[in-house]
T-cell receptor
């Protein structure tokens, strides 16, 4: 079974600082990778996804993530955070070996951006 | 709003009572998922439906839990004889089953068992 590890439980940054959130997964086969975001009081929504092709993927609101297969990693980055990026961020993985799209999630990273 | 909807949004019940939650997925989505999320953790997979067929259930889904999707549209999740450990956010998600898709999540039902 696959698992996902997010190394940072809580990150506090000032506005304009750069962001990198770590995500590692354990699974030996082909994977789909996702970052979801949950803003305060809102439901989970997709930030970006990787299925195949260019390992550097760009998402909404200036976020990007890089899939490094050799490191089983899919770290999320943003060059300059804004106060409105305060949210909880979840990394998730689904596998290609079934028809089910069910995902395994990490435990999340809470990002607080100070104005 | 054509997103995934869930009802009720909050449910407070006493231990031993039965509760039922409803999920309405995005209308053209064939696949529907239930997850459970507790404080400080990410969503954990419970079960999923392809149309009306329940194709997979997690070991987390004890005998007290049952889910249905009778007409391949909305789904219900019932918990019988609730326990305090059932307190959590229950999330529903759907996707259109086109091979590789992200899931669209509803707002969740927060269950508190007293």
């Amino acid at each position: 079974a696959q698992s996902v590890s997010q190394h940072n439980h809580h990150v506090i940054l000032s506005e304009a600082a750069s962001l990198e959130l770590g995500c590692n997964y354990s699974y030996g086969g082909t994977v789909n990778l996702f970052w979801y975001v949950q803003y305060p009081g809102q439901h989970l929504q997709l930030l970006l996804k990787y299925f195949s092709g260019d390992p550097l993927v760009k998402g909404i609101k200036g976020f990007e993530a890089e899939f490094i297969k050799s490191k089983f990693s899919f770290n999320l980055r943003k060059p300059s955070v804004q106060w409105s990026d305060t949210a909880e961020y979840f990394c998730a993985v689904s596998t290609h070996n079934t028809n089910a799209g069910k995902s395994t999630f990490g435990d999340g990273t809470t990002l607080t951006v100070k104005p | 709003d054509t997103g995934v909807s869930q009802n009720p949004r909050h449910k407070i019940t006493k231990r031993g009572q039965n509760v039922t939650f409803r999920c309405d997925p995005i209308s053209e989505h064939n696949r529907l998922y239930w997850y459970r999320q507790t404080l400080g953790q990410g969503p954990e997979f419970l079960t999923y439906f392809q149309n009306e067929a329940q194709l997979e259930k997690s070991r987390l889904l004890s005998d007290r839990f049952s889910a249905e999707r009778p007409k391949g549209s909305f789904s219900t999740l019932e918990i019988q004889r609730t326990e305090q450990g059932d307190s959590a956010m229950y999330l529903c998600a759907s996707d259109p089953d086109r091979g590789a898709d992200e899931q669209f999540f509803g707002p969740g039902t927060r269950l508190t068992v007293l």
